[in-house]
């Protein structure tokens, strides 16, 4: 459990092992910004209390929270070029994504932009004389002025006249008397300093406009709204990521109580830093590009996952992007394998297909199977939706819409009957099938799509091909049915909200 | 040495990862090699609900192999029909062609006719030969009477996925007879093993599951002998779970019968390797 803290935990080696450029741009923002968090924001609470001598202002804590704040600035960089230029991050990133990066940078940004401000004030330079210099003898403070001008970079309103002799040098005395035992060289500040240099063109206006005051205000309000935002967003991950390895680490020793099972599936939810690793080796990826469904992408399917459960009560919307996102989930593991969190996705995706079956809204087959076709042809959409956008130079249905297919070559021989499997079932009892395939084939050859679009042998063929195999006219019946499955998948998915109007109210259903 | 792209499908790693260590396994042992890559879904159980996702998902696939300028080759009948299905239909459609690498230029990808398409038996039979074969094996599985069941989407449509004879296959039981075992004539070999429909209507993929394992049994089969994944499942876990009282004829994977023919270890041939049943469609039965 120990080496897993460490190797999971602080070097993150299952990141390492999915994604090296992920894992140095994690890195960097973790051993950047946490130490940053644990001895500078709790500085009173931890760091004082650790070291007698500590102060902001001294070495080595002015030099390390310069070297911390540049590791997380490139972390920071590295997250946010990662998310702009390559395409598959560009893909998955949302404002869930940007925003704890902007906090981050915001809070990086003020706070560099804050300690600058300090180096260049000349009021933080007064309250300090007053503060610590125990003299307000003016020719004291002028000396001492001259030397911080020089040495430490502040810019006052009326320049320091350094040059007048002996000036420089008793100011350097004072300074060794009154300031370095608690404040080192401000060039020590090696990000900020250099910042600073930037900002005393400008030094007039910002020291009489306190920008210190300002930026210090700034740097608190990104450090507290991050803080209050927390528990909400992905920056949660900081606990319940930790909690997920830990959890599945414990899932091989504990019992498979229900309620741990539970509650592993609800923290490995919530232990999700939707870093993509997981879309990106998705097995159906290309599928999803044709679909458009988002939440065919494991990334988004989990975000999806966590809203319906949250809500309690599930929308029949969300509930059947669920079922059309599992229908596509091949369950290949391979998200699973490599998710740096550590979630066992697997389990989820096996474990929700049941909930959203559970809750109403099953996978499209199954709910086909419910209803009769009249029922069906009631609950389904129009013609020509739930299908992805397509190109408009490539027949969707390739065998119905060819113009050289003549479906009154059929003759009505009965052979892909005689050859079909699940007529073979039906006869035995197995199933209900309403209309045999020669039949399909022949409410096709009367133009009535909609009707066979309905029929139960849409969805009960196996596939088997024999029907395709046998037909002496040639016919694609195993092409077509799957055709008409495409279109009834399409209708019924797009179709999901509750039928209108009265079974039966058709004039073709009726027919049959 | 014959080098092939793997491609071992989705449903392997998971649900069925013997299958997968045993077809290593029999194909080292005649000096095929296999190039690993991450591949996707070869798009066959989305066939159901788009065929443009489908095609799409195979080029991929065969994209993927064709930049390395190798023929694919892959354990499952289903991915195997799959992705003969998809070449057939892109060849003979260019603008289905050139709208599927307008995807794939995004991945810099392209399908290419031509790249072959190969399934494990066909390479053992055609490339390695029953002959060669036979003299390999060192512990005949002699007086193991064996059903082939060849499964339908590498045998249909024929014209397309181009692996034997639909209505007079030989090939499975060539290979099979190889091993030393014997062959056993049965009326539905060629028929469907119902998997398709497990997870959508299972009564129906259960109820043929039944009749084909009743067939079998009454040819007098010790062994269901099946070259396809989906098949295996059905025959394998999906049955122990809906068909517990049927234990007859075991179901077994043809590496396996091989790999046990040659010699090797049942470690070797990942033999006892966990088989887990999909999820079922959830309706009482």
């Given at each position: 459990m120990?080496?897993?803290?460490?190797?999971?935990?602080?070097?993150?080696?299952?990141?390492?092992?999915?994604?090296?450029?992920?894992?140095?741009?994690?890195?960097?923002?973790?051993?950047?910004?946490?130490?940053?968090?644990v001895f500078h924001a709790l500085e009173d609470e931890i760091t004082r209390p650790l070291f007698r001598d500590y102060a902001s202002t001294l070495n080595p804590y002015q030099f390390l929270r310069n070297a911390l704040g540049l590791l997380a600035a490139i972390g920071l960089a590295l997250a946010a070029g990662r998310r702009l230029l390559a395409a598959g991050h560009?893909?998955?990133?949302?404002?869930?994504?940007?925003?704890?990066?902007?906090?981050?940078?915001?809070?990086?940004?003020?706070?560099?932009?804050?300690?600058?401000?300090?180096?260049?004030?000349?009021?933080?330079?007064?309250?300090?004389v007053a503060d610590y210099l125990g003299s307000d003898d003016p020719e004291e403070v002028a000396a001492l002025r001259a030397w911080w001008q020089e040495t430490y970079g502040v810019v006052f309103e009326t320049p320091a006249d350094s040059a007048a002799p002996g000036l420089l040098e008793a100011g350097g005395v004072l300074d060794e008397q009154s300031c370095t035992y608690c404040h080192s060289p401000t060039t020590s500040a090696f990000v900020a300093y250099p910042l600073s240099r930037g900002l005393a063109p400008f030094a007039g206006t910002l020291n009489r406009w306190r920008a210190d005051a300002w930026l210090n205000d700034l740097h608190y309000m990104a450090c507290f709204l991050l803080l209050a935002l927390a528990p909400f967003g992905k920056m949660a991950h900081l606990v319940t990521t930790p909690l997920t390895l830990f959890l599945r680490r414990c899932r091989d020793l504990a019992d498979p109580e229900p309620a741990a099972t539970a509650n592993r599936r609800a923290a490995a939810i919530e232990g999700c830093t939707h870093c993509g690793v997981c879309s990106q080796v998705c097995s159906v990826a290309p599928i999803q590009r044709v679909l458009g469904t988002p939440e065919i992408l494991p990334s988004e399917k989990?975000?999806?996952?966590?809203?319906?459960?949250?809500?309690?009560?599930?929308?029949?919307?969300?509930?059947?992007?669920?079922?059309?996102?599992?229908?596509?989930?091949?369950?290949?593991?391979?998200?699973?394998?490599?998710?740096?969190?550590?979630?066992?996705?697997?389990?989820?995706?096996?474990?929700?297909?049941?909930?959203?079956a559970g809750a109403g809204m099953p996978e499209v087959p199954v709910r086909a199977a419910g209803r009769s076709a009249v029922q069906w042809a009631d609950g389904m959409g129009p013609a020509g939706t739930g299908l992805p956008a397509g190109d408009a130079a490539v027949p969707r249905y390739p065998v119905l819409e060819n113009p050289r297919v003549q479906l009154f070559h059929c003759v009505q021989c009965t052979t892909c009957t005689g050859v079909c499997p699940v007529v073979e079932a039906h006869a035995e009892g197995a199933t209900d099938l309403d209309v045999t395939p020669q039949q399909v084939m022949n409410l096709l050859r009367l133009n009535l799509r909609e009707l066979a679009l309905g029929s139960r042998m849409v969805w009960d063929c196996v596939t088997c091909y024999q029907c395709q195999e046998h037909c002496p006219q040639g016919i694609a019946v195993a092409d077509i049915l799957y055709e008409l499955r495409n279109e009834a998948w399409a209708r019924i998915g797009a179709g999901a909200a509750p039928a209108q109007g009265p079974a039966g109210s058709r004039p073709e259903a009726s027919a049959c | 040495m014959l080098t092939f792209a793997y491609f071992p499908g989705c449903k392997i790693a998971y649900h069925l990862p013997a299958y997968d260590v045993a077809t290593r396994a029999v194909l080292a042992a005649f000096d095929i090699a296999l190039w690993d890559t991450p591949m996707?879904?070869?798009?066959?159980?989305?066939?159901?609900?788009?065929?443009?996702?489908?095609?799409?998902?195979?080029?991929?696939?065969?994209?993927?192999?064709?930049?390395?300028?190798?023929?694919?080759?892959?354990?499952?009948?289903?991915?195997?029909?799959?992705?003969?299905?998809?070449?057939?239909?892109?060849?003979?459609?260019?603008?289905?062609?050139?709208?599927?690498?307008?995807?794939?230029?995004?991945?810099?990808?392209?399908?290419?006719?031509?790249?072959?398409?190969?399934?494990?038996?066909?390479?053992?039979?055609?490339?390695?030969?029953?002959?060669?074969i036979r003299s390999r094996v060192r512990r005949p599985l002699k007086s193991l009477k064996v059903a082939a069941h060849y499964g339908c989407h590498g045998l249909r449509p024929a014209r397309v996925v181009q692996f034997d004879n639909p209505l007079a296959p030989r090939r499975f039981e060539a290979l099979i007879a190889a091993t030393g075992a014997e062959p056993v004539a049965w009326s539905e070999r060629v028929s469907c093993c119902g998997n398709p429909l497990w997870g959508k209507n299972d009564a129906l993929a259960v109820h043929m599951m039944r009749r084909r394992l009743a067939s079998a049994d009454g040819a007098g089969a010790d062994r269901l002998c099946t070259g396809c994944t989906y098949c295996h499942l059905q025959f394998a876990p999906i049955r122990r779970m809906a068909l517990p009282a049927v234990p007859r004829p075991a179901a077994v994977l043809f590496p396996h019968l091989l790999g046990e023919s040659l010699g090797l270890d049942s470690q070797v041939l990942g033999i006892g390797l966990p088989e887990r049943a999909p999820a079922s469609d959830g309706r009482k039965s």
């Amino acid at each position: 459990m120990l080496a897993a803290a460490v190797l999971d935990g602080l070097l993150q080696l299952r990141v390492w092992r999915t994604d090296r450029l992920g894992w140095v741009m994690h890195m960097c923002l973790f051993w950047g910004f946490l130490p940053l968090l644990v001895f500078h924001a709790l500085e009173d609470e931890i760091t004082r209390p650790l070291f007698r001598d500590y102060a902001s202002t001294l070495n080595p804590y002015q030099f390390l929270r310069n070297a911390l704040g540049l590791l997380a600035a490139i972390g920071l960089a590295l997250a946010a070029g990662r998310r702009l230029l390559a395409a598959g991050h560009r893909r998955l990133s949302g404002p869930g994504d940007w925003l704890p990066l902007a906090l981050i940078a915001l809070i990086l940004g003020s706070g560099f932009l804050l300690e600058s401000a300090k180096i260049i004030s000349e009021p933080v330079f007064d309250e300090m004389v007053a503060d610590y210099l125990g003299s307000d003898d003016p020719e004291e403070v002028a000396a001492l002025r001259a030397w911080w001008q020089e040495t430490y970079g502040v810019v006052f309103e009326t320049p320091a006249d350094s040059a007048a002799p002996g000036l420089l040098e008793a100011g350097g005395v004072l300074d060794e008397q009154s300031c370095t035992y608690c404040h080192s060289p401000t060039t020590s500040a090696f990000v900020a300093y250099p910042l600073s240099r930037g900002l005393a063109p400008f030094a007039g206006t910002l020291n009489r406009w306190r920008a210190d005051a300002w930026l210090n205000d700034l740097h608190y309000m990104a450090c507290f709204l991050l803080l209050a935002l927390a528990p909400f967003g992905k920056m949660a991950h900081l606990v319940t990521t930790p909690l997920t390895l830990f959890l599945r680490r414990c899932r091989d020793l504990a019992d498979p109580e229900p309620a741990a099972t539970a509650n592993r599936r609800a923290a490995a939810i919530e232990g999700c830093t939707h870093c993509g690793v997981c879309s990106q080796v998705c097995s159906v990826a290309p599928i999803q590009r044709v679909l458009g469904t988002p939440e065919i992408l494991p990334s988004e399917k989990l975000a999806a996952l966590g809203a319906l459960l949250r809500r309690g009560k599930p929308g029949t919307e969300a509930l059947a992007t669920l079922a059309e996102a599992n229908a596509v989930c091949t369950r290949c593991l391979r998200c699973t394998q490599v998710c740096p969190s550590g979630i066992d996705l697997q389990d989820l995706w096996l474990a929700s297909g049941g909930w959203a079956a559970g809750a109403g809204m099953p996978e499209v087959p199954v709910r086909a199977a419910g209803r009769s076709a009249v029922q069906w042809a009631d609950g389904m959409g129009p013609a020509g939706t739930g299908l992805p956008a397509g190109d408009a130079a490539v027949p969707r249905y390739p065998v119905l819409e060819n113009p050289r297919v003549q479906l009154f070559h059929c003759v009505q021989c009965t052979t892909c009957t005689g050859v079909c499997p699940v007529v073979e079932a039906h006869a035995e009892g197995a199933t209900d099938l309403d209309v045999t395939p020669q039949q399909v084939m022949n409410l096709l050859r009367l133009n009535l799509r909609e009707l066979a679009l309905g029929s139960r042998m849409v969805w009960d063929c196996v596939t088997c091909y024999q029907c395709q195999e046998h037909c002496p006219q040639g016919i694609a019946v195993a092409d077509i049915l799957y055709e008409l499955r495409n279109e009834a998948w399409a209708r019924i998915g797009a179709g999901a909200a509750p039928a209108q109007g009265p079974a039966g109210s058709r004039p073709e259903a009726s027919a049959c | 040495m014959l080098t092939f792209a793997y491609f071992p499908g989705c449903k392997i790693a998971y649900h069925l990862p013997a299958y997968d260590v045993a077809t290593r396994a029999v194909l080292a042992a005649f000096d095929i090699a296999l190039w690993d890559t991450p591949m996707n879904c070869c798009g066959y159980p989305v066939r159901h609900r788009s065929f443009e996702a489908a095609v799409f998902s195979a080029a991929w696939v065969m994209a993927l192999a064709g930049r390395r300028g190798l023929p694919l080759l892959t354990p499952c009948m289903c991915c195997y029909g799959q992705l003969k299905l998809a070449d057939h239909w892109l060849g003979k459609h260019p603008p289905l062609a050139e709208s599927v690498n307008r995807l794939l230029a995004a991945e810099d990808l392209r399908w290419e006719a031509g790249i072959g398409v190969r399934h494990l038996l066909a390479v053992l039979h055609d490339d390695i030969g029953p002959a060669a074969i036979r003299s390999r094996v060192r512990r005949p599985l002699k007086s193991l009477k064996v059903a082939a069941h060849y499964g339908c989407h590498g045998l249909r449509p024929a014209r397309v996925v181009q692996f034997d004879n639909p209505l007079a296959p030989r090939r499975f039981e060539a290979l099979i007879a190889a091993t030393g075992a014997e062959p056993v004539a049965w009326s539905e070999r060629v028929s469907c093993c119902g998997n398709p429909l497990w997870g959508k209507n299972d009564a129906l993929a259960v109820h043929m599951m039944r009749r084909r394992l009743a067939s079998a049994d009454g040819a007098g089969a010790d062994r269901l002998c099946t070259g396809c994944t989906y098949c295996h499942l059905q025959f394998a876990p999906i049955r122990r779970m809906a068909l517990p009282a049927v234990p007859r004829p075991a179901a077994v994977l043809f590496p396996h019968l091989l790999g046990e023919s040659l010699g090797l270890d049942s470690q070797v041939l990942g033999i006892g390797l966990p088989e887990r049943a999909p999820a079922s469609d959830g309706r009482k039965s």
